[in-house]
Every structure is written in structure tokens, then in C-alpha cells.
């Protein structure tokens, strides 16, 4: 059994197969569907090929079930789900949603794990109180 992905709000399945499937939106209002690999650490992705990701360009994120926006308020350009481990345990995963950015981020009982080699971009926004995260 691999790792399973939920919408934090409709809690619907993410993961189908081998990919995470995100509805995304650019900036230019183009929209389309992205599978990302499910293995933490690995920034394979797919999309259908009339739709171009531009690198270095940031997407709104949507659940592919409720089209809730997954982009986070709280930490600039990272996008949040839920994930359960084999082992039943639950963690809160944050991922760039900028195109081209490799770093992931797992939480679970303020125990940050982080992957890729842009891991540390995003570090600070786990390190700081909420008062301060504000200025970055």
C-alpha cells in the first residue's frame, strides 16, 4: 500500500493509480488537469499536452472533486492536502505550486519533514509563529 491524498475539505481520494490528480489554473486563466507522482520527494508530472506548464510560474491548485482552492493563504506559494502513510498515520503535505520548484514539505504533530532540492524556500514559513509569518 502506498501513501493516500485527501482534499482538506471534501477529504475526497486524490491519488488515482500512480498520480496525484490537481485541477490547475494559470495566471492567464488557462485552465487543466496534472498528475503528480505520489512518492514524496519525486516532481514527475504529467499533463495533457495542449496544456503548457511555464516554468518558474505559479498555478492555482483545485480539487478535482469539490474545486476547492488548495493554494494556502497562510504560506505563499505552497499548495496544502492530506496525506495517511501505510501505516495509518496522517500528515499535512505542502508542495510549490510553482512550476519547477522541487520541494515538499510533510507535517505532522509540528514534525516537519522536507524533501528536494528546494527544500529549504519554504523552511521558514514552518519555523516562525503565526504573528510573524506575515512578514516574509
Known sequence: MTNDYF?????CQMRIKNALVFGVKSR????GIIFLHPELG???KTTHPSFKLKTGED???YCPACHAV???SEKNNLVKVNMTDKEGNHYDVFISNIIG????YTVKDKQLEAYGPDMERYK????L???YKKYL
Open 101 to 104: 520548484e522541487k520541494c515538499t
Open 7 to 11: 482534499c482538506p475539505f471534501c477529504k
Open 59 to 61: 498555478y492555482k491548485f
Open 124 to 127: 521558514k514559513y514552518f519555523d
Open 28 to 31: 492567464d486563466g488557462k485552465r
Open 70 to 72: 488548495l493554494n494556502t
Open 129 to 131: 509563529s503565526p504573528e
Open 42 to 44: 519525486n516532481y514527475t
